[in-house]
Every structure is written in C-alpha cells, then in structure tokens.
C-alpha cells in the first residue's frame, strides 16, 4: 500500500511538473526576458552587492538550495544562461530542457511532502479534496511567504541570501502548522492559534534590502510576481486533482 501511494505521488508529480513548465514558459519565461533587457542596460560594477540576488533574484529559487528535492533551477534564474542556450545552461541543456528538468524535480518532491504529510496526519488525498490541498500546499509554500518576500526579476534588489532562506523555511513551515490548525482542527482555541502561528514570521518582518533601487521597472516586477504566483496556484491545484484522482482510482481499489 505504501509502495503504491509513493508509485502515485511520482507520477502525479511528474504531471504536475510537465503542466507547470508549459504554464511559464507562456506567462512567467517571458516576463523574464524582457526584464533582462533591463538588467543588460545596468553597468556591472553600479550595484556589486545584487550579484548574488540576481543568481537567485526569485523566492522559488531558495527551494533549490535549501531542499535537495526540489529544484536546482527555476526560470527565475534561468537567465544566467541567457547566451548559452546551444551549450544550456545546466548539463548542456537548453533554457527550456533546463527548465523542464527542475519542474519535474520541483513537482515531485512537492507530491511527495503532499502524500507523506497526508499519511502523517490521517488525511488522505482524494479527488473531492484534491482542490483543498493544492490550495493549502500553494498558500503555505507560495502566497504566504510571498508576503513578505515577494517572487523577484532579474535585477531587483533583494537582502542577503542566507537571512532570506532561513525566513523563508520559517514561514513555510509555520504557515503549513497554521494552516493544519485552521483547516483540520475544530477546535476554536486550535483556530485562534492557527491565526496567530501564521501571523508570526510576517510580525517578525523579513529581511529587507537596504537599497530597493533597481533599473527594472516596478510595474513589470508587480506583473512578474503575479504571473508567478498565479502559475504556481494552477500547478498545485493540478497536483491536488491529479494525486486525488491517482489514489482513489488506483491505490484505494487496490
């Protein structure tokens, strides 16, 4: 039984991963490329200290770095490779390739936190609740922190690397314990502290660059972040459906 619900969740993660690179590479790669136009016109030695927020300029990208499960690369730092695509940018693989490639990385290691959290708590994934779990799996993972450190272009300033994993595991993990405590559990006392376990990293405040000047306009980095997070509602809504509908039509009737 196990061994087919982990079977299920790779494959639904591998669903989810295929779906998320066709859904940025139409809405989010783009944004991307031309917030590049941006970053080229910057002179390299103006702003020395964004160097390491541009190797890592999106929220997403510290899943890569922090997780060996999740993605070593993600559109929002593709760009590093932007004059290699015939030699790619990671592997010898192209932009696209590259992307694919940490999707399905992302996507699985994503199903399988779904699935083993689900066992954990008793709680399994069906296709009537499938919506459910994408929704709470983006919010705790996506929207939430992005409160507080928003999904970043090329060339936006961002505070030191280290300080923005660390709040970023804080928050995804206290927003997940919210949102168990909020969702899961009647009772009031664990909804009132399902609030306040949410609201705990955003008091604290996240790590915030001391300089916010940037030469890519703040339109199209709202543009970007929207895109972004829309993108990764859709992807985890897909992975809530697809792992719902795996289980009930092949691990339960098993």
Known sequence: MIVKTLLAALVAGLIAGVFTTVAQSARVVPIILHAEEYEAKEPATEQPAATEGQQHSSLESTIGDILAAFSPITPA????????????????MSRFSGTLLANLVTGTGFSLLLTGISLLIGYPITLRNGVLWGACGWLAVHMLPAIGLPPELPGFPAADLHERQLWWVATVLLSGAGLYLLVLRPEILAKIAGLAVLAAPHIYGAPQPSDISSPVPAVLGAEFAVAALATALASWIVL??????????????A
């Not at 590093?80 to 010898?92: S, V």
Request: no cysteine.
């Open 77 to 92: 730092y593709a760009h590093e490779g932007e004059h290699e695509d015939e030699g790619g940018i990671m592997f010898g």
């Open 240 to 253: 809530g459906l697809v792992s719902g509908y795996i289980n009930d039509r092949f691990v339960k009737s």
